[in-house]
């Protein structure tokens, strides 16, 4: 027990100083501890959470662009800001469990009529979830930024915003492999390498508008998400062009 003066000690107590833990019991609260916590936690070592928030390797969830399957439901996110407005949509492979993001939209200082294209050139069918912020931000004609893109055509409702349970729940889907992301995204993976915690524990909060659509589709986005519909067309060839379906034996 350190001695700090005559009158104070300081006392570390971690898991292995607890006689009822095995180490089958200590494994699975290891594995269950974010990283930034797991010293602490552990070993009783004092910690101010500086460093990366998820320091999971980027050679772990970089994958090569793919063709989505049409049938893996879709969502994106959008972070409004007038210097930075930032939006990722991600596609979700329910027989893994595992979230693909595929795309992304980033940039500042543009009106909201230009991020609405440049959104619904990705799919006008896709449906969005948006931070609840964006109810009561404004850009410059006292519109609530979420009715301002309602009325533009997007398909948007609000998303749940925890943020430490939301962090918690994206490093254990980084950490177990249910997260990919495709190799193009540059502006995704530049946020990732600086997303981290001061000094006293708190977020950076500078460069993390696509940190936070990931948060928001992985909080939000499995009861959002729906796969592309089927065009009349392909339906009615599917059925034989004649609108009678095409029974198979």
């Known amino acids: 027990m350190p001695e700090i003066s005559e009158s104070k000690f300081v006392v570390r107590a971690g898991w292995d100083d607890v006689p009822h833990l095995d180490e089958k019991t200590k494994k699975e609260l290891l594995e269950s501890t974010p990283p930034h916590l797991r010293d602490a936690r552990s070993k009783g070592e004092p910690s101010l959470g500086a460093g990366a928030i998820y320091p999971v390797p980027i050679s772990e969830i970089i994958v090569d662009p793919f063709e989505i399957p049409a049938y893996w439901p879709r969502v994106y996110a959008l972070d409004v800001g007038w210097n930075r407005t930032a939006v990722l949509w991600g596609a979700l ?28 050139a990705r799919g006008d ?21 979420i009715v301002t893109y309602v009325m533009l055509g997007l398909k948007l409702e609000i998303t749940k915003n925890a943020l430490e349970s939301g962090i918690y729940e994206v490093w254990q889907r980084l950490s177990t492999g249910r997260i990919k ?21 708190g977020i950076i909060k500078q460069f993390d508008h696509l940190m936070d659509d990931m948060r928001y589709i992985v909080l939000s986005g499995k009861g959002r998400a729906i796969p592309k519909p ?13 609108g009678d379906p095409i029974l198979q034996f």
Request: hydrophobic share 35%; aromatic share 14%; glycine share 8%.
């Open 93 to 120: 492979d329910r027989s893994a469990d595992c979230w693909y993001f595929y795309t992304e939209h980033y940039r500042g200082k543009a009106e909201p009529s230009i991020h609405a294209a440049a959104i619904q």
């Open 181 to 201: 992301v495709f190799s193009t995204l540059q502006n995704f993976w530049a946020e990732y390498r600086l997303y981290r915690r001061d000094e006293d524990g």
């Open 230 to 242: 089927i065009e009349r067309t392909q339906l009615l060839s599917q059925m034989g062009g004649s």
């Open 125 to 145: 069918w896709i449906p969005g979830l948006i931070d609840p912020a964006a109810r009561g931000r404004s850009q410059d004609d006292g519109k609530q930024l």
